[in-house]
Each structure stands twice: as structure tokens, then as C-alpha cells.
């Protein structure tokens, strides 16, 4: 295999990665709106506020503990928790938990582990195996050249691999289409004759 070959076949490659990777992305834009509006529809609002309230009695709870006693493991994961789901009431003011970043949050969560697991399906359905035919590619490429010692038996395994590379590409995807979609919306809201 040449290099012209070793060439056309990577392209190809990143073009089908790039296609499923929008296709994750573009999936769940569509369930995130969906979720939204079943979410003002059905006044989910509620479900988070009782979940800030709720978080909010746990870590008085597990602060009042820690004063009189030594820091423990559900105390540290406790405050990660915190940093993630508190902010300050006011400039300088202790850190209350807030309903906004609950939900922030756990959407985050929620359409990561969506997009891996619709990933999967994809990978699972097409039989897209990346790291294999990434291994035949440089394996005809450099046969002398022992780039890849170790190869990955389990099927499962690398199709697990390949998913996750593909719901993590949908990320920066899905902001680099964020971002055109916002160029574009200002370029059409300016007057005519002037940049924004």
C-alpha cells in the first residue's frame, strides 16, 4: 500500500468518523429541544428545585458533621459535588445551591451518557470498528515498522473505544456549530452594509 492509498483510506476514515460524530451531535440537539419543551410543557422545573432544596439539607448536614468530626471520603465527594452545583447568594456570601446549575449539570451527564450509548448503537448496528481498520491501514502501510505491538482483541472492547471517540468528537462539534450558527445570526441581524 502506498502512500497515496495510506492517504485516501485515512480521509475516508475521518469523513465516516466526522458523519457519525454529527450524527450523535445533531440527535441530540433534537432531544435536548424535545426535553426542553416537555420540561416547560409538564413544569419539570419543580423536579429541580426540590433536588437543589434537598442538596442544599445534605451538605449542611455533612458540614455540620465534618465540624465535629475528622474529614472522611463522603465529605470529599461531597465537596466536589458542591463546586459543582453552588455558588455564592451575593459577592462574598456563602455558597447556596442553585436549581440553574442542578440542572446545568446534570443535563451535561445526561446527554454525555446518551451520546456515548447512541454511539454504541451506531458502531454496534454499522459493525464500525475504527482501531481495527486503523491497524490493517498501518499494518499494509509499514509492515516492517512495529507502530501498533499491541492490538485489542475484544471486539466489544474496541467498539466500546470507537464510541467513545466518537460521542467526545460530537462535542467540539456541536460548539463549532454553535458558534457559525450565532456568526450567522448576528451577520443577519446587522444592517445592511455593516459587519458586526
Known amino acids: 500500500m502506498d502512500n497515496i492509498e495510506v492517504i485516501s483510506l485515512s480521509t475516508y476514515i475521518f469523513m465516516v468518523y466526522l458523519l457519525l460524530a454529527l450524527f450523535v451531535e445533531r440527535s441530540l440537539e433534537i ?17 429541580w428545585n426540590r433536588k ?19 474529614p472522611s471520603v463522603q465529605q470529599l465527594l461531597n465537596d466536589v459535588l458542591a463546586k459543582w452545583v453552588t455558588e455564592p447568594a451575593y459577592p462574598g456570601g456563602p455558597a447556596v445551591v442553585s436549581a440553574a446549575l442542578v440542572r446545568l449539570n446534570g443535563l ?4 454525555r451518557v446518551v451520546g456515548f450509548l447512541l454511539a454504541l448503537l451506531l458502531v454496534w448496528t454499522q459493525h464500525v470498528d475504527f482501531i481495527q481498520i486503523l491497524y490493517r491501514i498501518f499494518e499494509e502501510a509499514l509492515p516492517q515498522q512495529k507502530i501498533l505491538v499491541l492490538f485489542i482483541e475484544s471486539s466489544a472492547f474496541r ?8 460521542s467526545i468528537g460530537a462535542e467540539p462539534l456541536h460548539q463549532m456549530i ?3 450558527e450565532s456568526f450567522v445570526a448576528r451577520k443577519t441581524q446587522a444592517p445592511p452594509g455593516e459587519m458586526p
Not at 35 to 45: D, G, H, I, K, N
Not at 108 to 111: H, L, P, S
Open 31 to 47: 432531544g435536548v429541544a424535545v426535553f426542553q419543551y416537555a420540561e416547560w410543557r409538564w413544569r419539570w422545573f419543580e423536579f
Open 52 to 70: 437543589a432544596a434537598q442538596l442544599q439539607q445534605r451538605f449542611e448536614h455533612y458540614q455540620k458533621a465534618a465540624a465535629a468530626g475528622g
Open 108 to 111: 451535561r451527564i445526561g446527554t
Open 159 to 166: 467498539l466500546g473505544i470507537t464510541a467513545a471517540a466518537i
Open 178 to 180: 454553535s458558534k457559525v
